[in-house]
């Protein structure tokens, strides 16, 4: 985002340099990911890491309930191999 401050003499050089010819001066343009600066910065890292540690044991308890309900919907999904009145008990769990 360009600050009103900066807008008119950004504009301003934008012209200048549209009349400067190629044989005269050589323009050297740098593009900058703004994004990966801020996200490579030590603070980010430390926040992400805080976050990653603060959030792991939620984390882990959603991977170990997801696994669980796998292997329910496989046996549900497979009910030749399920004992009577277990696929009540599987759906109700």
Known sequence: MIHRHLALPALALVWALAFVRPA??????????????????????????????????????????????????EKLDNPSKLKPGEGAELQAE
């Open 24 to 73: 005269e001066a050589q323009l050297k343009i740098a593009v900058i990911n703004t994004q990966r600066a801020v996200l490579e910065t030590a603070e980010i890292k430390k926040a992400a890491a805080d976050l990653q540690a603060k959030y792991a044991p939620q984390q882990a308890e959603v991977d170990k309930r997801t696994r669980e309900l796998q292997q329910i919907q």
